[in-house]
């Protein structure tokens, strides 16, 4: 039977005083002449969203934090609006509390933030891509989703999936009740299914097949100027590092991040700029990898030299993602965020 509201929650209840708060928000719906049901993820990992959720409208509520009943209002509020944007609660906001987060959740959850930044771009201007509290309507394509999938991430793929990604962050007060260090442990295994699903994978291996293929550059470059043209060997490891460099840009510019290029002769001198000092600083990284671990660590030098690149192509990967090709981005008033 179709719902007015659907209350998801992450999992079952075991502390009494959450019970408490969805008693109250259970009230107050009912004060409002709003039809709900609640529904426990944990119970329905297997199914689809689309085959557990009968409401118009969902209030996803993570049990592993107590939010102040003030809250309850606020809700209510935002439900009878029936806005398409997500409102959410966040733990960051500058009015924001969260008592019992400790400093090891909240180490982790910088870990997780500048990962999801790179692999889900979309949620990269929110104080809290994962909100415990948020409000949102299910898409078609929502409907399809694991609800496995959706609980390692819920707002961001709600965000990924809603056909306007606007979200309204609000202020939020929390105190942590149980198990959220394993929950973020969770989201940052999930990461990569997550990058699948938001293309950010078939980004990195093309920047990869590109990396590749700066490498022939650089090795043509330097054999045609040492051997043929009799150029000073270190001269031609310059000029062939340079034309690698540029070659690798051109083809990133026109192929991996095509669909964040922005127009203007200017723009791309930046981005080309940018992209010089990420790769000086990716040679950096690889030499300094190959060194600590042939002479501190006795490891094979060749194979030290290949985690050193792994290493480099992380660390270009990451900091091109996040600053040469930034995601372009609107900020509207009201607090909310709407992406481009």
């Given at each position: 039977?179709?719902?007015?509201?659907?209350?998801?929650?992450?999992?079952r209840i075991d502390d009494p005083n959450m019970s408490?708060?969805?008693?109250?928000?259970?009230?107050?719906?009912?004060?409002?002449?709003?039809?709900?049901?609640?529904?426990?993820?944990?119970?329905?990992?297997?199914?689809?969203?689309?085959?557990?959720?009968?409401?118009?409208?969902?209030?996803?509520?993570?049990?592993?934090?107590?939010?102040?009943?003030?809250?309850?209002?606020?809700?209510?509020?935002?439900?009878?609006?029936?806005?398409?944007?997500?409102?959410?609660?966040?733990?960051?906001?500058?009015?924001?509390?969260?008592?019992?987060?400790?400093?090891?959740?909240?180490?982790?959850?910088?870990?997780?933030?500048?990962?999801?930044?790179?692999?889900?771009?979309?949620?990269?201007?929110?104080?809290?891509?994962?909100?415990?509290?948020?409000?949102?309507?299910?898409?078609?394509?929502?409907?399809?989703?694991?609800?496995?999938?959706?609980?390692?991430?819920?707002?961001?793929?709600?965000?990924?999936?809603?056909?306007?990604?606007?979200?309204?962050?609000?202020?939020?007060?929390?105190?942590?009740?149980?198990?959220?260090?394993?929950?973020?442990?969770?989201?940052?295994?999930?990461?990569?299914?997550?990058?699948?699903?938001?293309?950010?994978?078939?980004?990195?291996?093309?920047?990869?097949?590109?990396?590749?293929?700066?490498?022939?550059?650089?090795?043509?470059?330097?054999?045609?100027?040492?051997?043929?043209?009799?150029?000073?060997?270190?001269?031609?490891?310059?000029?062939?590092?340079?034309?690698?460099?540029?070659?690798?840009?051109?083809?990133?510019?026109?192929?991996?991040?095509?669909?964040?290029?922005?127009?203007?002769?200017?723009?791309?001198?930046?981005?080309?700029?940018?992209?010089?000092?990420?790769?000086?600083?990716?040679?950096?990284?690889?030499?300094?990898?190959?060194?600590?671990?042939?002479?501190?660590?006795?490891?094979?030098?060749?194979?030290?030299?290949?985690?050193?690149?792994?290493?480099?192509?992380?660390?270009?990967?990451?900091?091109?993602?996040?600053?040469?090709?930034?995601?372009?981005?609107?900020?509207?008033?009201?607090?909310?965020?709407?992406?481009?």
């Open positions: 039977m179709k719902k007015d509201i659907t209350v998801v929650l992450s999992s408490k708060f969805i008693m109250g928000l259970k009230t107050a719906l009912e004060q409002n002449g709003f039809s709900y049901e609640i529904v426990e993820l944990n119970s329905h990992l297997k199914k689809t969203l689309g085959e557990i959720i009968n409401g118009n409208t969902i209030i996803y509520l993570d049990t592993a934090y107590l939010p102040d009943n003030e809250v309850i209002r606020e809700i209510v509020k935002e439900v009878q609006k029936k806005t398409q944007a997500i409102v959410s609660w966040s733990r960051f906001q500058e009015k924001s509390r969260v008592e019992g987060l400790g400093l090891l959740n909240k180490f982790l959850f910088r870990v997780l933030r500048v990962v999801y930044d790179i692999y889900a771009p979309h949620i990269r201007d929110y104080t809290d891509p994962f909100s415990p509290l948020f409000i949102f309507t299910l898409t078609h394509r929502m409907a399809n989703l694991l609800v496995r999938d959706f609980c390692k991430a819920p707002l961001i793929y709600a965000t990924m999936m809603n056909n306007k990604r606007i979200v309204i962050e609000k202020d939020g007060r929390f105190r942590v009740i149980n198990g959220l260090f394993r929950k973020n442990l969770s989201r940052l295994l999930h990461v990569v299914k997550l990058a699948k699903n938001t293309g950010e994978l078939t980004r990195m291996l093309k920047f990869a097949t590109v990396g590749a293929s700066g490498i022939l550059v650089n090795e043509g470059i330097l054999f045609l100027l040492t051997e043929y043209f009799k150029v000073y060997y270190l001269i031609s490891a310059a000029i062939s590092i340079e034309t690698s460099i540029l070659s690798n840009f051109t083809l990133n510019e026109l192929w991996t991040f095509r669909d964040r290029r922005s127009k203007g002769f200017t723009r791309m001198l930046k981005r080309t700029v940018k992209y010089n000092l990420v790769s000086l600083g990716a040679l950096a990284i690889n030499l300094i990898t190959l060194f600590i671990l042939v002479e501190f660590f006795g490891v094979y030098y060749l194979l030290a030299n290949l985690i050193g690149i792994f290493i480099a192509f992380l660390w270009n990967f990451s900091i091109n993602t996040l600053w040469t090709w930034r995601l372009d981005k609107t900020k509207t008033k009201g607090g909310k965020t709407e992406f481009k």
